[in-house]
């Protein structure tokens, strides 16, 4: 069985255990990812059957049933996500200029919350049907606090 960290997945499973972070079907999980439904039966058994994702609501559409599917760990599922994240983005890197930043800030729930609202304002604001697709990966990693 793969780890819960997900290190021991294949790069489509690690993007797959990303999306199941929150409740989705295995459509919802093609569409998000831009892949064939038919690819992904395989890795979702998979995933499920290392007990990595679960199944968390069912529903009947016509004759079958559809299923709904959230990742056992959401730790776990988050890294995942991140670590697919960052390989997508390095790969489509065309040898232009990479800007990177790490700020530190003090932040609680709240401020954190305000601050990805703000932000999702400020980045479409900038937006040109013209402009050229840029790629931004951002991510807030709150820390456990050392209250020792």
């Not at 609501?57 to 709904?68: I, S």
């Not at 730790?75 to 995942?80: N, T, V």
């Amino acid at each position: 069985m793969p780890s819960l960290s997900g290190s021991g997945l294949s790069d489509l499973r690690q993007r797959l255990l990303g999306v199941f972070a929150e409740p989705a079907t295995v459509k919802a999980a093609a569409d998000r990812l831009g892949v064939p439904l038919g690819r992904l039966y395989h890795h979702v058994n998979r995933l499920e059957a290392d007990g990595l994702i679960r199944v968390v609501g069912k529903r009947k559409r016509r004759a079958l049933t559809e299923r709904t599917f959230q990742a056992a760990d959401r730790r776990a599922a988050d890294a995942a996500a991140v670590r697919a994240a960052a390989a997508d983005l390095a790969a489509g890197l065309t040898g232009g200029d990479l800007k990177m930043a790490q700020p530190v800030l003090r932040l609680t729930p709240k401020a954190l919350c305000e601050l990805e609202q703000a932000l999702e304002v400020f980045l479409r604001s900038f937006e040109s049907p013209d402009g050229g697709e840029t790629r931004l990966l951002w991510i807030a990693a709150p820390q456990a606090s050392d209250t020792g």
